[in-house]
């Protein structure tokens, strides 16, 4: 899904190239570099959904297939093969406002969102689902009565100690795939010095599972429910997620580098980004207790109430 849209932008590129007359020559150019902006958007832009999201390249493949079409239609000289064009170009629109805004609702395709922001959108867009599953038919309740924001779902309080418990518990879930990864990495021999092809691709392969691996629990991470008083534990929670990614890569790259150097610098890459996710667990436990601590305090006082 990842250089599918890379073939449709070549391809789009060359349609308006080939162009009979300068008109459609110049339809197509603009065309062209809409489409290899939207590829700039998806590639480059780190805090969005398009990236975090699984469905961002189908998203990006529809759209791009729809400027193909238009593209195909002005070029087409019959009128069955222009009708057929703008067909597909409605077909390719209908599908990424289908993936974009009905079955993802939440969906932001906007770089000035942090991390922490996009999580918070990927928990409201969980809670939806978790909705049909309660049998409310998709609609989220909110109290409007007790002032609760649109979180705080289904009656729970948002920042009651079961929403942080439960919180606890699948950080914890989280946090052991983490441990997993690492120790993955650490236990990954090194390359031998006169390691043959075969060897290397194999080896490639193995962390190059590892980094998927990665990459996979890092958008599990994101779109982790959290209530609100542990937005600070969860930023954490969300960086240690992403060393784990970083190290997982350069592992990766770690088995395609020749140059002892350049593996050494890979190897280093990997083992500061291992570091630097314990670091960012202790500060996320410490956050933990820290709410633990001062949620106590406000049961005992409604206990003796």
């Not at 759209?63 to 703008?86: H, Q, V």
């Not at 933990?288 to 001062?294: A, G, M, R």
């Amino acid at each position: 899904m990842m250089v599918l849209p890379l073939g449709i932008t070549f391809t789009a590129i060359l349609q308006s190239a080939a162009a009979y007359t300068r008109t459609q020559k110049l339809i197509g150019v603009l065309l062209s570099i809409v489409i290899v902006a939207m590829d700039c958007v998806f590639y480059f832009a780190k805090n969005t959904y398009i990236t975090y999201n699984c469905d961002g390249g189908l998203l990006l493949t529809f759209a791009s297939l729809f400027f193909l079409g238009i593209i195909y239609a002005i070029r087409s000289e019959d009128r069955a093969t222009k009708t057929g064009n703008i067909f597909l170009s409605v077909f390719m629109l209908a599908g990424f406002l289908g993936i974009a805004y009905w079955d993802r609702p939440t969906f932001i395709p906007v770089a000035e969102y942090t991390p922490y922001e996009l999580a918070m959108q990927n928990a409201q867009y969980q809670d939806y689902i978790k909705s049909f599953e309660n049998g409310e038919g998709g609609k989220i309740l909110y109290d409007k009565k007790k002032s609760k924001s649109p979180n705080q779902v289904s009656g729970k309080d948002e920042n009651s100690p079961e929403r942080l418990k439960e919180y606890t518990a699948s950080a914890e879930t989280v946090i052991g795939r983490m441990r997993d990864i690492m120790t993955s990495i650490d236990e990954f021999e090194p390359l031998a010095a006169n390691i043959s092809e075969s060897e290397r691709e194999a080896r490639s392969s193995q962390a190059l599972a590892i980094n998927n691996s990665a990459t996979a629990l890092n958008k599990k991470v994101m779109g982790l429910y959290h209530p609100h008083s542990a937005a600070e534990a969860h930023s954490e929670l969300i960086q240690a997620s992403e060393n784990v990614r970083l190290a997982a890569y350069s592992l990766y790259n770690y088995t395609l580098q020749e140059n002892p150097e350049d593996q050494l610098k890979q190897y280093k890459q990997a083992r500061n980004q291992i570091a630097q996710m314990n670091a960012a667990l202790s500060r996320f436990w410490n956050d933990i207790e820290n709410l633990k601590s001062n949620n106590q305090p406000q049961q005992n006082v409604e206990n003796e109430n």
